[in-house]
């Protein structure tokens, strides 16, 4: 069920430059032979300690970004242009936000202030519903919604996932004065102190308990990850029996799931013991607790204030502290791509992805799968029936080139230059509205959820079959729709044909052609991959793990004296479902 990805694959950690040249034998030093040029002239960035491809097209990239808002600030084309500029200068209207203060937030911490009993509180938890992406990232609400395909059927099904810590479960477990949960406490305190609240130090020391009793409901990180551990059908009755001290019809009329009739829970403890902790819980806690984390997801578009004793709390955590906040622009930004990332996309599209240089790169997918299928036909290590479904999957393999073939439209939200905070609130419920609409609908194939065209990244998806390479990593020199085309596969080609590799390894063997948490690799077809990796596993046995010690015939010379500092393994990509 988890997505794979990408988005720094290709990306290489680059040392200082050899000191050979041209001169350098490719047999002797391959690394100078190729790029010792590009390394004289690349400089590397001031507090910089590596440099990659992926780098600087990420920093070529954001500079087409900033000259494309400005333009749709300034004076919008199209209706996609319009949302942008309106959205990003209302984030950066800093005059506006200043003079409103907390006022546009008002009735929305009335609503928190007006809690009184647990009907209301799991309503007002169904209300503040999160919408996940299913990534295992935090999720800002107690409860994260992923509206994606079911692990056992071909449909859509709310997936529901842990959230609603403003630190990591084991950081908040911490003691003592220095402790991460000491410094959370402090910066709680001063949050709710600006926000105009009496006694903040001790709503602070309820916000705290209660996370930290939050946290330990929550499923650790290995479990997160783990698809067949993830894969919970619960149905609506499930709801109350198994997780009992919410209010779940409240909860639900809130969500706008009172019809649905099953869902997925991603983390079975963390829901019920969530259920718990509304029923045990003081209720003024609990309207502490979400009065601050109400100004944390909404920090953007909060005075200078605010942001400011959130950055503090952040430079607090930090070895090597950083400039903080971060200038109005860079988080307008952000705002944009969280929730107008299609609009700016398809305005860096039209200028930077051709539709010839799309289609150059499907003839590249094409020829690449063509290549699969004769290898998968070929493969000694699949027999008959795991073969014949390897190649359904090749069939049904949905690979995204550039962009979607329809971008996502968004006629109906309300974007308005002057309302910062209420643009962040309506392009939420307008978000969630709309993958709510998803339900039980067959899985779009198209979806490419929250990976958007214009960076530079791929995700290679189990469930449902597909993979998505995006038109920001589809530029040179990864691809060049006019360059060599040895060139071409050997840099994006090569990336991708290994991606697609994953979805009939032992990590797409448990998965189906529809995307299903099926194993179709018998014991049989996993003896015999093994022993097909023998060799290679035992080539690479003989290999030194550290660049400067020397290589036999027969494997590493001998490692140095135990004083000198310990080998490391290379970095690896780690792939996980």
């Not at 842990?162 to 990591?168: D, F, K, V």
Request: glycine content about 8%; charged content about 20%.
């Amino acid at each position: 069920m988890r997505d794979l990805l990408l988005s720094t694959v290709w990306a290489a950690a680059l040392l200082a430059p050899p000191a050979t040249g041209q001169e350098a034998r490719p047999g002797a030093d391959f690394d100078a032979y190729a790029n010792a040029d590009w390394y004289r002239a690349t400089p590397m960035p001031d507090g910089e300690a590596s440099l990659g491809t992926t780098a600087l097209l990420r920093e070529r990239a954001a500079g087409q970004l900033r000259e494309l808002i400005a333009e749709a600030v300034r004076a919008p084309t199209s209706p996609a242009a319009l949302r942008v500029g309106d959205l990003y200068a209302s984030l950066t209207g800093t005059e506006a936000i200043e003079a409103r203060g907390l006022e546009p937030l008002a009735a929305d911490l009335a609503a928190i202030a007006a809690i009184r009993d647990r009907a209301a509180l799991s309503a007002y938890l169904g209300a503040a519903l999160s919408l996940d992406d299913g990534t295992n990232g935090q999720t800002p609400g107690v409860l994260g919604v992923w509206f994606h395909q079911s692990p056992r059927e071909a449909r859509v099904v709310p997936h529901l996932m842990q959230g609603g810590l403003g630190l990591p479960a084991e950081r908040l477990a911490g003691e003592g004065p220095a402790a991460a949960a000491t410094l959370y406490r402090t910066h709680i305190a001063a949050v709710l102190r600006l926000a105009g609240l009496d006694q903040p130090e001790a709503r602070a020391d309820r916000v705290v308990a209660l996370e930290r009793a939050l946290s330990l409901t929550h499923a650790p990180a290995d479990q997160a990850s783990d698809p067949h551990a993830t894969d919970n059908p619960w149905t609506r009755a499930d709801l109350g029996t198994r997780a009992p001290g919410m209010d779940w019809d409240a909860w639900l009329t809130a969500a706008g799931l009172e019809r649905q009739p099953d869902f997925n829970v991603w983390h079975p403890s963390a829901v019920t013991g969530l259920a718990a902790l509304v029923a045990d819980q003081p209720i003024e806690a609990w309207r502490d607790y979400l009065t601050y984390h109400h100004l944390r997801r909404y920090e953007p578009a909060l005075p200078v204030a605010f942001r400011q004793a959130f950055a503090d709390h952040r430079n607090g955590l930090l070895s090597s502290p950083l400039a903080f906040p971060p200038q109005r622009p860079v988080v307008a930004l952000q705002m944009v791509e969280a929730h107008l990332g299609q609009d700016l996309s398809r305005l860096w599209a039209a200028r930077h992805f051709p539709p010839e240089h799309r289609a150059e790169a499907e003839r590249m997918v094409s020829h690449i799968l063509t290549a699969w299928r004769a290898r998968l036909t070929a493969a000694p290590f699949l027999g008959p029936e795991a073969r014949a479904t390897a190649l359904r999957k090749l069939d049904t393999l949905k690979v995204g080139v550039g962009h979607p073939d329809r971008w996502l439209d968004t006629p109906d939200l309300v974007i308005r230059r002057d309302e910062a905070y209420a643009n962040l609130r309506r392009a939420e419920a307008h978000a969630l509205a709309r993958a709510r609409a998803r339900l039980d609908r067959p899985v779009d194939m198209d979806d490419w959820g929250s990976l958007l065209p214009h960076r530079v990244g791929a995700i290679l998806n189990f469930s449902p079959n597909t993979m998505q390479f995006t038109a920001g990593i589809l530029q040179p020199p990864y691809f060049d729709p006019a360059g060599d085309a040895a060139s071409n596969y050997g840099s994006a080609g090569a990336g991708l044909a290994h991606e697609v590799g994953h979805t009939f390894d032992p990590i797409g063997a448990d998965y189906d052609a529809e995307g299903r948490l099926v194993r179709w690799w018998s014991d049989a077809d996993r003896a015999a991959f093994d022993a097909a990796l023998q060799p290679l596993r035992a080539q690479l046995a003989g290999y030194c793990l550290k660049p400067d010690l020397c290589v036999t015939p027969t494997g590493c010379c001998p490692r140095p004296p135990p004083t000198s500092p310990a080998s490391t393994s290379p970095g690896t990509l780690t792939n996980s479902p």
